[in-house]
């Protein structure tokens, strides 16, 4: 089993849409929890941390559920401007060095 | 405010060529650093890693080498380049302590003929 694993997609969903993006992890241990989006041939930018109680950024919701040990990400109201490849970021704390794993992405196209 | 930089932004290179691509980090001190491959279509793959200057840790065996020889500066080399080492190239700094996110530089694409 993958450490990190995440639907590729593409999600192909109209302007205006809601969408959820689901990523699940393997370790147990992990500590912290984040989504990046990956613009085409472009570097990931953060795009939020993931808290254990749930967290909002504008049209960005990110949850974290440490029983079922998966994080998702909810878009409200796309844009076409949130195309894009959305990661997700797994984090261990390990001898003070933090062993991050990035999953493989999954992929949003939306359409006007 | 934090910066990075990583330079050059595309690279074209022989076959059997060497390799050497920068990454410097300003404004902020004892950073981790990182040295990530992209190739197309795929996830991130991590090279290396660095806690502190003259620390690296690899983890993929390769024909690569990082080496830090100041705090903020992080560099990525090869002897002899492969046509397996096309890729996107991108370096990454954070802080240390827990929770801490990565931050990316704009990436390096090199190209192998």
């Known amino acids: 089993r993958k450490e990190v694993e995440q639907d590729p997609g593409p999600f192909n969903v109209p302007e205006g849409a809601t969408v959820a993006f689901n990523c699940t992890y393997s370790?147990?241990?992990?500590?912290?929890f984040f989504w990046y989006r990956q613009d085409c041939r472009k570097e990931p930018k953060l795009l939020m941390s993931?808290?254990?109680s749930g967290n909002e950024d504008g049209r960005f919701t990110a949850q974290l559920n440490r029983a079922s040990q998966y994080i998702s990400l909810l878009i409200r109201d796309s844009k076409l401007s949130d195309s894009a490849t959305y990661l997700c970021?797994?984090?261990?704390?390990?001898?003070?060095?933090?062993?991050?794993?990035f999953g493989t992405g999954t992929k949003l196209q939306v359409i006007p | 405010s934090q910066t990075i930089h990583q330079w050059p932004a595309t690279l074209v290179q022989p076959v059997g060529s060497p390799l050497s691509l920068e990454c410097t980090v300003e404004g902020t001190s004892n950073p981790n650093l990182y040295w990530y491959r992209q190739a197309a279509g795929r996830g991130l793959q991590l090279l290396f890693y660095s806690v502190g200057i003259g620390q690296i840790s690899s983890e993929v065996p390769q024909n690569l080498s990082a080496s830090r020889p100041q705090d903020r500066q992080f560099i990525l080399s090869s002897k002899k380049l492969l046509l397996s080492d096309s890729g996107f190239y991108l370096c990454a700094w954070s802080r240390t302590g827990r929770s801490q996110p990565q931050h990316f530089g704009d990436g390096t694409r090199l190209s192998i003929l």
């Open positions: 370790n147990s241990a992990s500590q912290s």
């Open positions: 970021v797994v984090n261990q704390v390990d001898g003070g060095y933090q062993k991050v794993t």
């Open positions: 993931v808290y254990s």
